[in-house]
């Protein structure tokens, strides 16, 4: 099979999932998952036929997928992908740019310039801030706090890049005793040791509790967050981060999905979050665009381009190419799905995107509460957090509901007590996809099948 009819026949199959992402089960069931066994072969000797190869990766692959890009996915912040954002990564890839500066792909560096202004002016961040692409919010923080602790450190006259950490100067980190796992691994990979991270206690709702917050100098970074991923509660921005400028302390915002409150009609939730000199989101949770997409965004332009420059005689680049801005140097262009998603949604259409899940999943909430389900937080966000009454019950309804096929959701561990946590996250998800979950939830709860 030539390459243009393989291409055809890859979009064919690609079509036929997406036509059935509304029929198929959620999580694969067990047949699918015994199927995965004849992947388990030997390196083959002599190269396999393009076409089959496809075939397989297709009739055996798809269905042991998890349909995340589906309307019943409630697990872990996953977006769908939008069809435009789709598109534009189907087109990237016939591209194939390395796209680590304009010499190497003039048309990745123009749209991924553009959509990091768009992203600045869509969360009503300083426009002066620069925008790296990366792969994740943990490549993406560990960009921003390696930043922040090399502009620290040059502050009181110690050169990083020169003389290392040996004998450096101690920078401290402050972190919500409800911070996420991710910022965790990034300051763990960058050398922080988890023991002498100071915790900072937090309220009922999972917010760092200013009357609490430990001592703030100017060799601190204070991590705090946009939504928290239980509770989607927001830090006091507006009490936090003016104490810790008056300080000279840097602090970063870890905004993976929250952040987009920003960009609608909730955009009160994360009033002060401007104010702070870094930040991280992500493109692939609520903007909903392919995996994997995410970005570093930093108000001191400078710091962010002299932690990340990666340039070298063979390749110079300007300040802000994405290879001198983000932890790759050979990279895809990640922001052109951003762009597109961008660019097809508006301002109007992201903020319709979030008021939308938002209005879901309070729907969602009060459904449920009248059902008798308990429900943990105030959900002034995306993110519903249940329990089922006692921790065998709780449990056993979230495996249900899980094995069903119906829908998908994980579990997790709220104040020492098992919980399950639902997040509305997906274009495609529909009023009556939220029913539909409500109903089953409400079937299991009864012990009904």
């Given amino acids: 099979m030539d390459e243009p009819t393989l291409i055809e026949e890859a979009d064919r199959r690609a079509h036929a999932y997406l036509a059935g992402v509304n029929e198929r089960r959620v999580f694969p069931d067990a047949e699918a998952l015994r199927a995965l066994?004849?992947?388990e072969e030997p390196l083959p000797d002599h190269g396999r036929?393009?076409?089959?190869?496809?075939?397989?990766?297709?009739?055996?692959?798809?269905?042991?997928?998890?349909?995340s890009n589906g309307p019943r996915y409630f697990g872990f912040v996953v977006g769908a992908a939008l069809p435009?954002?789709?598109?534009?990564?189907?087109?990237?890839?016939?591209?194939?740019?390395c796209a680590s500066s304009f010499d190497n792909s003039p048309i990745a560096a123009t749209l991924e310039r553009i959509a990091g202004r768009w992203v600045l002016e869509a969360l009503g961040l300083p426009p002066e801030s620069a925008v790296g692409f990366g792969t994740s919010a943990t490549a993406c923080t560990l960009a921003c706090v390696s930043a922040a602790r090399r502009r620290l450190l040059a502050r009181k006259g110690w050169d990083f890049d020169a003389d290392g950490l040996l004998g450096a100067p101690e920078i401290k980190v402050v972190v919500s005793e409800t911070v996420h796992v991710t910022v965790k691994k990034a300051l763990r990979i960058l050398g922080f040791g988890m023991r002498r991270l100071l915790v900072a206690p937090t309220d009922a709702f999972g917010r760092i509790d200013p009357d609490r917050l430990p001592p703030l100098d100017d060799a601190t970074i204070?991590?705090?967050?946009?939504?928290?991923?239980?509770?989607?509660?927001?830090?006091?921005?507006?009490?936090?981060?003016?104490?810790?400028?008056?300080?000279?302390a840097w602090v970063h915002v870890d905004g993976a999905f929250g952040l987009w409150a920003r960009a609608s009609s909730h955009a009160h939730l994360a009033k002060g979050v401007e104010g702070a000199d870094s930040w991280t989101t992500d493109g692939h949770k609520w903007l909903n665009t392919p995996y994997d997409g995410a970005m570093a965004i930093c108000r001191d332009a400078d710091a962010l381009a002299a932690a990340m420059n990666s340039d070298a005689a063979y390749a110079t680049a300007s300040r802000d190419a994405q290879k001198n801005l983000t932890m790759e140097f050979s990279r895809r262009p990640r922001g052109l799905p951003i762009w597109a998603a961008l660019r097809s949604l508006g301002r109007d259409g992201v903020a319709a995107l979030i008021d939308r899940h938002i209005a879901q999943a309070q729907r969602l909430a009060a459904s449920l509460r009248e059902a008798g389900y308990d429900v943990l937080n105030r959900v002034v966000l995306n993110q519903v957090l249940l329990r089922a009454g006692s921790d065998a019950e709780t449990i056993a309804i979230r495996e249900a509901a899980q094995a069903s096929g119906e829908a998908w959701f994980g579990p997790t561990?709220?104040?020492?007590?098992?919980?399950?946590?639902l997040s509305v996250s997906s274009w495609r998800t529909t009023d009556a996809d939220i029913d539909a979950l409500s109903e089953l939830l409400r079937r299991l709860k009864r012990g009904t099948p």
């Fill in 84 to 97: 435009a954002a789709a598109a534009a990564e189907r087109l990237m890839l016939a591209w194939d740019q």
């Fill in 37 to 39: 066994s004849a992947f």
């Fill in 222 to 248: 204070l991590c705090l967050a946009a939504g928290e991923v239980n509770t989607g509660e927001f830090d006091p921005f507006e009490a936090l981060i003016p104490r810790a400028k008056a300080a000279g």
């Fill in 413 to 421: 561990v709220w104040r020492g007590q098992p919980a399950f946590r």
């Fill in 49 to 67: 036929d393009a076409a089959e190869t496809l075939r397989r990766l297709d009739e055996l692959g798809s269905p042991a997928t998890v349909v």
